[in-house]
T-cell receptor, first 115, second 112 residues
Framework: DSGVTQTPKHLITATGQRVTLRCSPR?????VYWYQQSLDQGLQFLIQ???????AKGNILERFSAQQFPDLHSELNLSSLELGDSALYFC??????????????FGEGSRLTVL | DAKTTQPPSMDCAEGRAANLPCNHS???????VYWYRQIHSQGPQYIIH???NNETNEMASLIITEDRKSSTLILPHATLRDTAVYYC?????????????FGQGTTLQVKP
């Protein structure tokens, strides 16, 4: 158990809909990272937040947005969903914001299926 | 961050050592080598990391060549539960973000 909690574990929805994925980081971790893993793309970095502020951005679509709240949990909002958005979405956390020599701790993911 | 190259797949017999290679020929002096693994769609799991010295923990050993252009992850006694995708990642200590960039990794199949 990494200590990172993601909800929901599974989600099935229709095209055009909007969903919210939630992540609770390990106790004390200030950074949250979101990754997307689809069958043909591997693990893709989406975005990082540190203590409520956006820290780094990857290949995140404009239809997707994220935020980190004062209690440090984070939400990833996916809107106008398309079939291609079906994927596993992982959240990770770490106590630091930069490189250094530390590791990231990943949650078990949220599996999104868009029909 | 330097790019890494890994073989797409490897097999290993149960109980034998699994040696997973990684090439990172353009690595810089302040870049760490990290290894993670992902067991069948679970969240990636940290294994080990190192800068220039060899490292060992309860899961594995990391051997980094003297010129730091390649490394090998060693699972000393592979079990069926070690079947997973193994990712070798390089990240600079001076990076202004803690993100990790995953490549395609090596799919390790441990066989009975």
């Amino acid at each position: 158990d990494s200590g990172v909690t993601q909800t929901p574990k599974h989600l099935i929805t229709a095209t055009g809909q909007r969903v919210t994925l939630r992540c609770s980081p390990r106790s004390g971790d200030l950074s949250v990272y979101w990754y997307q893993q689809s069958l043909d793309q591997g693990l893709q970095f989406l975005i990082q937040y540190y203590n409520g502020e956006e820290r780094a951005k990857g290949n995140i679509l404009e239809r997707f947005s994220a935020q980190q709240f004062p209690d440090l949990h984070s939400e990833l909002n996916l809107s106008s969903l398309e079939l291609g958005d079906s994927a596993l979405y992982f959240c990770a956390s770490s106590p630091f914001w930069s490189g250094g020599a530390g590791e990231l701790f990943f949650g078990e993911g949220s599996r999104l299926t868009v029909l | 961050d330097a790019k890494t190259t890994q073989p797409p797949s490897m097999d290993c017999a149960e109980g034998r050592a699994a040696n997973l290679p990684c090439n990172h020929s353009t690595i810089s002096g302040n870049e760490y080598v990290y290894w993670y693994r992902q067991i069948h769609s679970q969240g990636p799991q940290y294994i080990i990391h190192g800068l220039k010295n060899n490292e060992t923990n309860e899961m594995a050993s990391l051997i980094i060549t003297e010129d730091r252009k390649s490394s090998t992850l060693i699972l000393p006694h592979a079990t069926l539960r070690d079947t997973a995708v193994y990712y070798c990642i390089v990240r600079a200590a001076s990076s202004n973000t803690g993100k990790l960039i995953f490549g395609q990794g090596t799919t390790l199949q441990v066989k009975p």
